[in-house]
Structure formats: structure tokens, C-alpha cells
């Protein structure tokens, strides 16, 4: 089973940017959907961004279209959130996890998470 460490957390003012990393060991990441969800205080998960797997497809929540960019190196074995224009309700914090399939709803294995903080 894939072991998942997030990393990149931290606090930025608003309209500022963070990279988040998903750092994969104990397997390679070739034929995992790798997806980014969030959950802020109070609030249920949200699902946030996934990249598929078999095809590199790409997949964004409504709420981070065009602001938030998922990217994949497989040879680091990690997976890339890029979060610019960031808003208050961004803050929460960040979990990725992988599964084999590429529903990126359903997934095998959890990050423990990182904090995002958006606030002036």
C-alpha cells in the first residue's frame, strides 16, 4: 500500500500562493489517481483536485477553477497542488490520497494532512 506524506502547508495572506507536495513512498506513482481534498473547521470534506492515473486527466472543484493547477512527477513520486489567488475560504486543511481506479471519488490510502491558513 502506498504510504502519503503532505507538506507545503502554512500561512499566506490572501491573493498570496502555497505549493502543496504529496510525497509517495513505499510504490511508484505511475498508476495512481492522486486526488487533494480539504476540510475546514465544522465543514465536511471537499474534494478539491485529482489526477487521474492511467491518462493524466485532471479534475477541479468549482470553488478553485482557475486558481489551483495538479501536476504529477512521477520519477520524485509526487504529487503537486499549485494554489495561487488564494481566499480566506481556502483555509482548512489539505489531504491527497491515491487509489487505483480513476473515479477520483473513492480512494485506498490518506495523507495525515497539512494547514493551510489564509489570512491577513
Known amino acids: 500500500q502506498v504510504q502519503l506524506v503532505e507538506s507545503g502547508g502554512g500561512l499566506v495572506q490572501p491573493g498570496g500562493s502555497l505549493r502543496l507536495s504529496c510525497a509517495a513512498s513505499?510504490?511508484?506513482?505511475?498508476?495512481?489517481?492522486i486526488g487533494w481534498s480539504r476540510q475546514a473547521p465544522g465543514k465536511e470534506r471537499e474534494g478539491v483536485s485529482c489526477?487521474?492515473?492511467?491518462?493524466?486527466?485532471?479534475y477541479y472543484a468549482d470553488s478553485v477553477k482557475g486558481r489551483f493547477s495538479i501536476s504529477r512527477d512521477n520519477a520524485k513520486r509526487t504529487v503537486y497542488l499549485q494554489m495561487n489567488s488564494l481566499k480566506p475560504e481556502d483555509t482548512a486543511v489539505y489531504y491527497c490520497?491515491?487509489?487505483?481506479?480513476?473515479?477520483?471519488?473513492?480512494?485506498?490510502?490518506w495523507g495525515q494532512g497539512t494547514q493551510v491558513t489564509v489570512s491577513s
Open positions: 490520497a491515491a487509489a487505483l481506479d480513476s473515479s477520483c471519488v473513492e480512494y485506498d490510502s
Open positions: 513505499g510504490t511508484t506513482l505511475d498508476y495512481y489517481t
Open positions: 489526477i487521474v492515473g492511467s491518462d493524466g486527466s485532471t
